[in-house]
């Protein structure tokens, strides 16, 4: 993960940015290279017809989602559908950030923009196996390993490193896993681990928020409404809101059920299979298998206070610091072990003059209290920014209930370009020496973004906005307190205070150049100045991060990467699923065709 790569990382991270500017082989004969439409390999369309009734029809030629909309009967749709989550999800190739859908860096770039006048498959699979059933999974998992194809896993295509996706791939789809179920009593290896809920790999968060309401129970699972905690949330870590009082979600995974290379379905838990349990908890998303079904734990509801806190501020001299001061107040919920989420966006789109005002826009999540009882923690930290110069209420609105009504959502916005870059920061800094938080800020401000944007939401945002700085306090108290669970987990999770992420974002009219900026940018100009923060050796989220991390192993898998080698090797011994910046994937060239 460092940018200052070991020899062997180096010449690895060197021979990826060589393989860029090729196109996918696409007559290899190689056994190291995996067959694509073309190749000699490649199943005959009689094979495919063959396999397409053993699943009942249910193989589907993928259609990059701007062409799709065509076949709509209005013709095109609408904006609210483009950026529909839900809406989306109903389509077999599309991303929820569409810039995954791209063939930037094959030869020629291929591309599929909307109201675009051409059309290329991009980095989309040929095929989508839309699943119904474990033996449909079953079925196409050998499909893929006797005929040696690119496979890549999807449920909601809501992830961050666009591991969902690969050209000349088949994709296995398992949206329609939608089961959901509670008991009171769940046993492991005929232990009682209490009350669960087991859920499918396409349901999604908002779903598991009503179902748990009406049985009068919580489980920590994302904020974000379309994120589906079993198909890959849980496989990163997870966190929530509710993670500062209810660990990170893999904490309160108790059991997978997930069809391996084999083709087997395995059961994963403390007592069976507790290597793949070990990795399916932080180990990555897409490297282990397909998953059906994940339990997690579940708890006796509670009432909660969301508010969101917006204030203007006037230059980046005083982002500096209120960046200070958020800082030294970071613990002040920790008494009602609260959860926040906070960001600094210019209010400008695309404007990088320090003396355009920039809005701070804080969340905060506080369980057991009520909006009053919220306001009042709250005052310290408001009244102190509003004694800065400059500082400008803006706005104040609070959501209290019961705490399912008060996470649910009904959708998420997408359908924009995004890519991430993300940091672990510990919690010492905050204690020992917030006032270096302040500094640090200002300067990322100040050298700005070079490019144009104009983005469709990430996580929660309503507004467009480019190059945003967002903080997540996703640690300390129970995600510290919960160090000694062995799992996956970057151990730098249970240090941590917030995990803190940039959303680098442009729009269609980019340039090729631009975007390869902009992709560039977290390394180049953003991840010197965090690291003053993070320090050398941080982690980050792997949900949430920049798929170019040159030391990807130690940066999402830290002192866990080893054993994560030696668990891949015996479940996917010949490395059926590989994604981006996953474990095994530095066997292979960045779209997972060929061995490097
Ligand atoms: C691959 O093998 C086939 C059949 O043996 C042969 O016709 C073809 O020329 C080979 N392609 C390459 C690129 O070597
Ligand atoms: C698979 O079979 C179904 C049902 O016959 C058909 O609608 C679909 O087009 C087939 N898929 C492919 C890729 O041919
Ligand atoms: C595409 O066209 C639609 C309909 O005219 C319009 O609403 C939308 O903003 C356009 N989108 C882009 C990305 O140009
Ligand atoms: C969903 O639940 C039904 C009813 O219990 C069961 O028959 C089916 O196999 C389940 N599907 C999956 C994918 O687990
Ligand atoms: C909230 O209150 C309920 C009921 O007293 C309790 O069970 C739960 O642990 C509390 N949760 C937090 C995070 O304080
Ligand atoms: C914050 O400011 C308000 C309005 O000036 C005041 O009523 C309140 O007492 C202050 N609270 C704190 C904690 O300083
Ligand atoms: C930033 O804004 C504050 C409040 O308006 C002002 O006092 C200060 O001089 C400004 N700083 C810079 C560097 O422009
Ligand atoms: C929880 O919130 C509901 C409103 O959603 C309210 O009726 C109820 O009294 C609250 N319960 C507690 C214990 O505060
Ligand atoms: C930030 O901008 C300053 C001033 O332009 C420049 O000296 C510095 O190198 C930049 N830092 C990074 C990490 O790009």
Same mark, same amino acid.
């Given at each position: 993960m460092k940018r200052f790569p070991t020899l062997p990382l180096l010449s690895l991270f060197i021979a990826l940015a060589q393989s860029?500017?090729?196109?996918?082989?696409?007559?290899?004969?190689?056994?190291d290279c995996r067959n694509v439409p073309g190749s000699a390999g490649y199943p005959s369309p009689t094979a495919w017809n063959v396999f397409n009734a053993t699943i009942f029809g249910r193989l589907l030629e993928v259609v990059p989602p701007a062409k799709y909309y065509d076949y709509l009967p209005a013709g095109g749709c609408t904006d609210a559908q483009w950026t529909s989550a839900l809406f989306r999800?109903?389509?077999?190739? *599309?991303?929820?950030?569409?810039?995954?859908?791209?063939?930037?860096?094959l030869d020629p770039p291929s591309l599929c923009l909307r109201n675009g006048t051409t059309c290329g498959q991009g980095d989309l699979p040929v095929y989508s196996v839309e699943a119904e059933t474990v033996g449909d999974v079953q079925a196409a998992v050998q499909f893929a390993s006797k005929h040696n194809l690119r496979l890549v896993v999807k449920s909601t295509g809501h992830d961050g490193l666009g591991r969902s996706t690969a050209p000349n791939s088949l994709l296995i789809r398992?949206?329609?896993?939608q089961n959901v179920s509670s008991t009171d009593e769940f046993y492991v290896g005929g232990e009682n681990m209490g009350s669960a809920v087991t859920i499918g790999s396409g349901v999604h968060a908002n779903t598991i928020y009503q179902h748990n309401k009406g049985q009068g129970k919580f489980s920590v699972v994302?904020?974000?409404?379309?994120? *589906?905690p079993a198909g890959g949330q849980i496989q990163g870590g997870g966190h929530s809101p509710l993670s500062p009082a209810y660990g990170l979600v893999s904490d309160n995974a108790l059991e997978f059920d997930i069809v391996v290379a084999s083709g087997e379905l395995l059961r994963a838990s403390s007592a069976s299979n507790p290597d793949l349990f070990f990795a399916l908890r932080g180990g990555g998303a897409g490297s282990w298998g397909v998953i059906i079904s994940a339990t997690i734990r579940t708890f006796p509801t509670f009432n909660a206070t969301s508010a969101v806190t917006v204030l203007q501020v006037p230059n980046n001299t005083v982002v500096g610091s209120l960046a200070t001061l958020h800082a030294q107040h970071v613990f002040d919920w920790d008494s009602v072990q609260a959860g926040h989420f906070f960001w600094f966006e210019k209010t400008q789109i695309g404007s990088t003059d320090p003396n355009v005002p920039t809005s701070f826009i804080l969340f905060t999540y506080m369980p057991n209290t009520t909006a009053e009882q919220s306001q009042i923690l709250l005052a310290p930290f408001i009244n102190a920014s509003l004694a800065l110069p400059g500082v400008v209420f803006v706005s104040q609105t609070f959501k209290d209930g019961e705490i399912n009504d008060v996470m649910f959502g009904p959708d998420d916005g997408v359908g924009g370009n995004v890519v991430l870059g993300s940091r672990l920061v510990p919690e010492a800094l905050y204690r020992d020496s917030p006032e270096k938080v302040g500094p640090v800020y200002k300067e990322l401000f100040d050298n700005g973004t070079t490019a144009q944007s104009n983005i469709l939401p990430f996580p929660l945002l309503t507004t467009n906005s480019h190059g945003r700085l967002l903080g997540q306090m996703v640690s300390g108290g129970t995600v510290s307190k919960?160090?000694?669970?062995?799992?996956?987990?970057?151990?730098a999770w249970r240090a941590a205070k917030t995990h803190l992420m940039f959303a680098n974002s442009w729009d269609d009219s980019a340039s090729l150049a631009q975007v390869d900026a902009l992709r560039a940018m977290f390394q180049t100009t953003q991840l010197p100045l965090l690291e003053k923060l993070s320090g050398l050796n941080a982690g980050a989220y792997s949900n949430e991060a920049d798929n170019s991390e040159p030391d990807f192993q130690s940066t999402f898998f830290g002192p866990n990467y080893a054993k994560l080698s030696d668990i891949k090797a015996k479940y996917d011994p010949h490395d059926l699923f590989i994604v981006a910046a996953?474990?095994?994937?530095?066997?292979?060239?960045e779209w997972g065709l060929c061995r490097v």
């Open positions: 860029r500017s090729l196109e996918p082989r696409q007559n290899s004969n190689s056994t999800g109903t389509i077999p190739g *599309a991303m929820s950030y569409i810039n995954w859908e791209q063939g930037y860096d398992v949206s329609k896993f994302a904020a974000a409404e379309t994120v *589906a919960n160090g000694h669970i062995s799992s996956a987990v970057h151990p996953g474990v095994g994937s530095e066997r292979w060239d």
